[in-house]
């Protein structure tokens, strides 16, 4: 059980993170679902690359155990892509705030809902004026 | 180094750079010459590479190794056949989509934005093409997420505010399909310790039972389809293409989903071999009747739309239906089906939505900007636009499938590999869900040839040819492939015997 303690933190997070997404109807909550679901794979790739005692790699004659750098470099981009992702969510919920005045899902969907209704009526109305 | 070595590189390098250039420079036009300049390039590489790989013998690899680091260690660049392929599609489509934007976003994205809309799509451009070329399976993720941020906004520059909200839903979906995809590749990494995809393909045999393989596979089975659009992971496409810009709907409808396919061809027949895909886990059974699902489900919903862009975007969710079909038969005609459907399929479908752009242009007031393509708007539509609405229904019959058209191959090697396998009724369900398109192609007909124009409209205003162009090459394009074959259906053949016959 212990040994396995960051896998199952990584998967607590994975999970809580997805959940987030999927349950809540908020847009900035669910960015936040979003950024813990992502921040939980860069643990996954971490953790296993680390070694108790291990240290940067070094090629000197004092240090014999070092951990593995690559993930951590791997997991640098990954932290940049999840920034981008991020910024770039919360810049649509800002212009989705802007026209629609509000970030409620469905509040969101009922406004399209009612535009959608109301356009129907509106195009018969036209053809009846251009007959 | 000659330049030709370079190629690989350069493929990737151009449009990368043409965006941010377009961001400095702000003018429109310049930022128009600078990203055509640079989709021509990468056209022009593309066929360029196509001819290398040509000449090398069958099932040659250009392995490119970037800053001379040795695979695995460093990234390679490695052009087969099948990703050669891919690349002339989606450079070819830029190259196309390029010249017809200039005059389709002047009418929909307000005239500040526009240099961004050029960097975003060379970004989109690069993205894809980096995805195709790359052999590492890190780069993979890191080149989707490139092309799929600059799509979300490209989405987001449609002119309908519904645009912003299926932007910010695709940006929710995709991301949460790209960290499903890189969790398989860190189940694979941790368990192979190397993320050069041949290497991987070379190490996996001996570990192919092992839990965090099977759990990879999963994981990259359900991020690649949320991608890719495969039935119930759809939901993200229909309002994505609706409401974005017509060019950046032809673009990604063209480009986005078959590379993803491009993807997970990869990973299924390249890396984890036959062994793991076919026989471990019920995969082909369970895509098999996805695929149903998606053939009958989304092109009956296609059916019902009011909306012209809508109801296409629904087909192509049924598309995809057929190329992961011949996917799940693990068989070379079912492979070749997939491979060729793929770029059927991206010509017709790009110039159908490309027509479509053309004909909001059409239906517009003088100086008003275009309205949503419903269907009350399109009654005549025949006599006002010929060439446009002529242009739909030859992309329409090889959507279809009718002999002639490019749609009829790609439909007979499926129905080939269907009765390979002795399933008779599955060649009654394709056969069945051709006439689903042909009820959804026929709507358009109706309304654009059996239904009196509006009074007032009946006079002829042809979208301008600047639109027309590019649109009717794609049309032309998906009858010639429908005669010609040696090019697609040759080259598709090659490589599914290459990737089904000749496993690792």
Known sequence: MIEHFSYIVTVFLMVAGLYVVIARGNLIKKLVGLSIFQTSVYLLYIAPGKLIGGTAPILAP??????????????????????????????LAVRIREVYGTIEEDEILALDHQVEAAQEPRGEQREEKGA | MSLSAQLPAL?????????????????????????????????????????????????????????????PWGIEY???????????????????????????????????????????????????????????????????EISSLSAYVLIALGRDRRALAASYRYLIMGS???????????????????????????????????RPVLAALAFLTVGISLKLALFPLHQWLPNAYTYAPSAVTAFLAATATKVSVYVLIRFYFSVFGD???????????????????????????????????????????????????????????????????????????????????????????????????????????????????FGIVIAGLSLIGVPGTAGFISKWYLVLAALEKGQLWLVGAILLSSLLAVAYVWRFVEAAYFQAPPPGRELKREAPLSLLIPAWVLVLASVWFGLDTSLTLGSAVEVAEGLVRHRP
């Open chain 2, 11 to 71: 493929q990737v390098v151009l449009p990368l750079l043409s965006a941010p250039l377009a961001v400095l420079l702000r003018r429109g036009w310049l930022a128009f010459a600078v990203v055509t300049a640079a989709a021509w390039a990468a056209f022009a590489i593309a066929i360029g590479l196509w001819l290398q790989v040509d000449a090398l013998p069958s099932n040659g690899v250009i392995s490119y190794h970037i800053g001379s680091w040795a695979p």
């Open chain 2, 176 to 210: 949460i399909g790209a960290t499903f995809i890189v969790i398989g590749i860190g189940f694979l990494y941790l368990m192979t310790g190397t993320l050069n995809l041949a290497d991987m393909a070379a190490r996996i045999g001996a570990i192919e039972s092992s």
């Open chain 1, 62 to 91: 004092q240090y014999g155990i070092y951990s593995n750098p690559l993930p951590h470099v791997l997991i640098l981009t990954a932290i940049v892509v999840g920034i981008a992702t991020l910024a770039l969510g919360l810049a």
């Open chain 2, 78 to 144: 490695r052009i087969d056949r099948l990703t050669s392929f891919v690349l002339v599609l989606v450079s070819g489509m830029a190259a196309l989509v390029l010249p017809y934007s200039r005059a389709s976003i002047a009418r929909e994205i307000p005239q500040e934005s526009h240099y961004l809309f050029y960097a975003m799509l060379g970004l989109c451009l690069a993205g894809l093409l980096g995805i195709t070329i790359t052999g590492d399976a890190f780069n993979v993720f890191v080149f989707l």
């Open chain 2, 275 to 389: 062994s793991l895909v076919f026989h471990k886990l019920p995969l082909p059974q369970l895509m098999l009747w996805l695929s149903l699902l998606a053939l009958f489900a989304a092109s009956f919903i296609a059916i019902f739309q009011d909306n012209l862009k809508r109801l296409f975007a629904y087909s192509s969710v049924g598309q995809i239906g057929y190329i992961t079909l011949g996917l799940s038969f693990d068989s070379v005609n079912g492979l070749t089906a997939s491979i060729v459907h793929l770029f059927n399929h991206g010509i017709a479908k790009a110039a159908i939505f490309l027509l479509i752009g053309a004909l909001v242009v059409g239906i517009a007031r003088p100086g008003a900007a275009p309205p949503a393509p419903t269907f009350d708007r399109l009654a005549g539509l025949a006599r006002r636009m010929p060439l446009t609405s």
